[in-house]
């Protein structure tokens, strides 16, 4: 079963910088989008970018103009990278992918953004 292998996360001082990748362990064919989800603790799950096939990007307002999303059509894989971190970043970091036969998601990575 094709599972999605995230990395990148870590910790980090505020203002400072990650970049979190996610890739298929094998082959997803027909890939509408692509994205990034985050969950802090004690707080529901929440959309942070996502990425079509036709490159249209959305990000939430808290991430506009820190963070990036980015993808390699021909590796099937997502990139976010996340610029000017701010504690309230800090949360588990998952990368979903919606293909027209179901959704995929990934195992989680943490990002602590601490002094």
């Known amino acids: 079963q094709v599972q999605l292998v995230e990395s990148g996360g870590g910790l980090v001082q505020p203002g400072g910088s990650l970049r979190l990748s996610c890739a298929p362990s094998?082959?997803?064919?027909?890939?509408?989008?692509v994205g990034w989800y985050r969950q802090a603790p004690g707080k529901q799950r929440e959309l942070v970018a996502t990425?079509?096939?036709?490159?249209?990007?959305y990000y939430a307002d808290s991430v506009k103009g820190r963070f990036s999303i980015s993808r390699d059509n021909a590796k099937n894989t997502v990139y976010l990278q996340m610029n000017s971190l701010k504690p309230e970043d800090t949360a588990v970091y998952y990368c979903h992918y919606r293909a027209s036969t179901r959704d995929y998601w990934g195992q989680g990575t943490q990002v602590t953004v601490s002094s």
């Open positions: 990425i079509t096939t036709g490159d249209n990007t």
């Open positions: 094998g082959s997803i064919f027909a890939i509408y989008a």
